[in-house]
T-cell receptor, first 114, second 112 residues
């Protein structure tokens, strides 16, 4: 099992460009999450999907959209990238969305917006 | 707003010594806490968790202590090894879903 995979690993964008970060998990988990991590800070939740077909905003959703394509895949889209979105993005999954469920994280995508 | 934070940004310990990493939380309604380890260039990795109906929980070489009176939890690592060098985060499970609020992290440096 690969666990949680993310593509790409690195990306450089110019202000105003768009892109989609891809995430997939092979653990048959119901819930998936997108976080961003800025230098010297903890992770902050952008969006999450409690189950296939549902998505909800997290702490910092502005400037992002998500799609739960199927049970395995959860993508994050930046429609018009801004320098403030320079960050490392982590995808995670858990068996369910209930409290106390361990989240498994992917290796991250390092995004730079010039 | 409510937040989870850490006292020390960097902790340097000698190999073989015990390490203690501290975390303060402000949401008195929090009832579930997790410690994560993040190595350079990798995603966070679950270490241990604890629910608010417990004061202490032990794992392999790690112990988490929870003091609800002062809203403080700590992670103790016994016989610290070079492979323990990483950034450690405490996180709080907020709300009704499995949404995590992370602290800012403590970097643990293990010296030989």
């Amino acid at each position: 099992n690969a666990g949680v995979t993310q593509t790409p690993k690195f990306q450089v964008l110019k202000t105003g460009q768009s892109m989609t970060l891809q995430c997939a998990q092979d653990m048959n988990h119901n819930s998936m999450y997108w976080y961003r991590q800025d230098p010297g800070m903890g992770l902050r939740l952008i969006y999450y999907s409690a189950s296939e077909g549902t998505t909800d905003k997290g702490e910092v959703p502005n400037g992002y959209n998500v799609s739960r394509l199927n049970k395995r895949e959860f993508s994050l889209r930046l429609e018009s990238a801004a320098p403030s979105q320079t960050s490392v993005y982590f995808c995670a999954s858990s068996e369910t969305s209930g409290r106390g469920n361990e989240q498994f994280f992917g290796p991250g995508t390092r995004l730079t917006v010039l | 707003g409510e937040s989870v934070g850490l006292h020390l940004p960097t902790l340097s310990v000698q190999e073989g010594d015990n390490s203690i990493i501290n975390c303060a939380y402000s949401n008195s309604a929090s009832d579930y806490f997790i410690w994560y380890k993040q190595e350079s260039g990798k995603g966070p990795q679950f270490i241990i968790d604890i629910r608010s109906n417990m004061d202490k929980r032990q794992g392999q070489r790690v112990t988490v202590l929870l003091n609800k009176t002062v809203k403080h939890l700590s992670l103790q690592i016994a016989a610290t090894q070079p492979g323990d060098s990483a950034v450690y985060f405490c996180a709080e499970n907020t709300g009704t879903a499995s949404k995590l609020t992370f602290g800012t992290g403590t970097r643990l440096q293990v010296t030989l």
